[in-house]
């Protein structure tokens, strides 16, 4: 080891923390994603801190007792663990692996880094995983390689998952956030690597590992603030940006199999009015997460489009347009019975129309499938009469 090995960690640092002070100040992310992206920055950086420190005692350019340098490994195993276990449950919020309410299954994904973490502890008078010796020169205990298998457990999880989603029709519209942590989760590999090649062929050793892990949150911290600019803020699904450019996409491959949907909730001003604010963000939300199922159900494409009015894109390949029809209405019943309120019941108007080849623009498409939703909104005022 050498002082390039401290540059390159301090390189690291900077990135990091660079990352960190954007993210404290960042306006568009979820309260949840940023929560979670905060606190593996923050433990990313005293990874990095911890083992920048270690190094210098290592390499003489710092006095510290056995005890202390010690402890400071310790802190680094842990915030390695906590580091990829909190960015695991960011990038399994933003797939939909592992939603923010399921906590049985965080917690169950936790225990590789909670017995990671206890090793390490362990480890400060066992030597398992660590040990220094009387010249204060950290060394490799026996049960070392525990934390690569860690590591290697959230990376290949996220990253196999992932990649399988790429080539699934219904993930189409996520394909550049499957691409994004496929990267993520090779990246530590490659430096890996690259990190014991170096040192097999030189004798040095200088941090690729870490360097990639940092690189690798620089990415999935670009892809999630691509992904808040294309996501409604209040339903987290799709938002109309994100729908036209997939529809675009659709019509320039002249897919005649492919239909628009928009909806609309029926009174739903009324709802305001009587009920709040409140209760009318709760009837967006509840149906904006069926729908979200329907499109995990499906591979069909669901969007906010504007106040009250949600739009699907859907393709028939796989599914009738009857079967998808009536799809569409057994979630909004589902929806109805999640908001279990008697004193209103959820209507929500339903139109569509198949592409061909006289619609010209998205507009249009969208258009054409809007004056069917009101002529089924036109049915329900005239049941209330």
């Known amino acids: 080891m050498t002082i390039n090995y401290v540059v390159m960690l301090i390189y690291s640092l900077l990135i990091i923390l660079v990352i960190l002070i954007k993210a404290i100040f960042e306006k568009n992310l979820t309260i949840y994603s940023k929560r979670l992206l905060l606190i593996a920055l923050i433990s990313e950086a005293i990874m990095l801190t911890a083992e920048s420190l270690g190094s210098l005692i290592s390499l003489g350019r710092i006095i510290a007792p056995n005890i202390l340098n010690a402890f400071i490994q310790f802190i680094f195993f842990t915030a390695q663990g906590i580091t990829i276990y909190i960015t695991f449950l960011l990038l399994s919020e933003m797939t939909g692996f592992i939603t923010r309410e399921e906590m049985k299954k965080r917690n169950l994904f936790c225990i590789p880094e909670t017995i990671l973490s206890i090793l390490a502890f362990i480890s400060i008078w066992t030597g398992w ?3 220094i010796d009387e010249k204060g020169i950290y060394h490799q ?5 525990v934390q690569y ?3 290697a457990f959230y990376l290949a999880f996220v990253g196999l998952s992932s990649f399988i989603k790429l080539f699934m029709r219904k993930y189409f519209s996520q394909r550049a956030l499957f691409i994004s942590i496929v990267c993520y989760s090779l990246l530590p590999l490659i430096g890996t690597i690259v990190e014991f090649g170096v040192k097999n062929a030189t004798g040095n050793r200088y941090p690729f ?3 990639s892990i940092a690189l690798s949150t620089l990415i999935i911290y670009l892809q999630l603030l691509q992904n808040q600019v294309q996501t409604d803020y209040l339903t987290d699904i799709p938002n109309r940006a994100m729908l036209m450019r997939y529809i675009e996409s659709k019509m320039n491959h002249e897919n005649y ?18 009920f709040g604010h409140l209760e009318g963000d709760r009837v967006l939300k509840i149906l904006s997460n069926n729908l979200k199922q329907f499109s995990r159900e499906t591979g069909n494409f669901v969007a906010r489009y504007a106040g009250d009015e949600f739009v699907i894109v859907a393709d028939t390949k796989k599914n009738s347009i009857d079967e998808i029809n009536e799809l569409i209405h057994q979630y909004i019943k589902i929806a109805n019975d999640d908001i279990n309120d008697n004193r209103y019941e959820l209507s929500v108007a339903v139109g569509y129309v198949k592409y061909d080849d006289k619609i010209q623009t998205i507009k249009d498409f969208i258009d ?5 939703m009101y002529k089924d909104k036109q049915k329900y005022h005239l049941k209330l009469k």
């Open 257 to 274: 199999n492919l239909y628009v949907f928009v909806l609309d909730i029926n009174d739903f001003k009324l709802i305001n009015d009587r």
């Open 149 to 151: 298998l860690v590591v």
């Open 209 to 211: 590992i870490l360097a």
């Open 129 to 131: 995983m660590f040990y």
């Open 368 to 372: 054409l499938a809007d004056k069917e």
């Open 141 to 145: 205990g026996p049960i070392n390689f």
